[in-house]
């Protein structure tokens, strides 16, 4: 069976721009949630989706949003990238959304501002 | 939100010694879970533990809930256990995690 999956591995992009960044959960997850971990730390919560709805939302700026599809797949947007915008962005998906589900990361997103 | 702290930052072990490895954390946890972080970013999954002790070959974890802290234990360590292991805490009614900064670990042949 496939782990999560995030498309893609790496990611150049300049200060003012957008950016898409994409997971796709193990089959039969419903729950997503993405994570952003700069150099360093450890990784921060930014969203979590179940059942195509927003469940949980970080300490994050207006400029980062999600969303999550019929197929449980889910895209992370940033708009009016920064340089500390940059960072390893990471996909977690769980089976449902209640306590004590494990949940399983996929190899992330390393994004770079410049 | 749940503060993790974990101890030590950094551990530079001889090949085949022993390490534990720990994790406290502020509040009561409802999921707690290991991981490896390799180079390449990805994080493996080690334990998911929020309580009691569970053993896979080398590794073990112990989670003690009514003291807030969790153990994660190295045995015979080999160079590919190098890495950073991260604990990370769930609360409250989703899977939102807390990690704490990680341990380093480097183990030299």
């Known amino acids: 069976d496939a782990g999560v999956t995030q498309s893609p591995t790496h990611l150049i992009k300049t200060r003012g721009q957008q950016v898409t960044l994409r997971c796709s959960p193990i089959?039969?997850?419903?729950?997503v949630s993405w994570y952003q971990q700069v150099l360093g730390q450890g990784p921060q919560f930014i969203f979590q989706y179940y059942e195509k709805e927003e469940r949980g939302r970080g300490n994050f700026p207006d400029r980062f949003s999600a969303r999550q599809f019929p197929n449980y797949s889910s895209e992370l947007n940033v708009n009016a990238l920064l340089l500390g915008d940059s960072a390893l962005y990471l996909c977690?998906?769980?089976?449902?959304?209640?306590?004590?589900?494990?949940?399983?990361f996929g190899q992330g997103t390393r994004l770079t501002v410049v | 939100g749940i503060q993790v702290e974990q101890s030590p930052p950094d551990l530079i072990l001889q090949e085949g010694a022993n390490s534990t490895l720990r994790c406290n954390f502020s509040d009561s946890v409802n999921n707690l879970q290991w991981f490896h972080q390799n180079p390449w970013g990805q994080l493996i999954n080690l334990f998911y533990?929020?309580?009691g002790t569970k053993q896979n070959g080398r590794l073990s974890a112990t989670t003690v809930a009514t003291e807030r802290y969790s153990l994660l234990y190295i045995s015979s360590s080999q160079t590919t256990d190098s890495g950073v292991y991260f604990c990370a805490v769930g609360d409250g009614n989703f899977n939102k995690f807390y990690f704490g900064s990680g341990t380093k670990l480097n183990v030299k042949p």
């Open positions: 089959s039969g997850h419903k729950s």
């Open positions: 977690a998906s769980s089976l449902a959304l209640v306590r004590n589900t494990e949940a399983f």
């Open positions: 533990i929020p309580s």
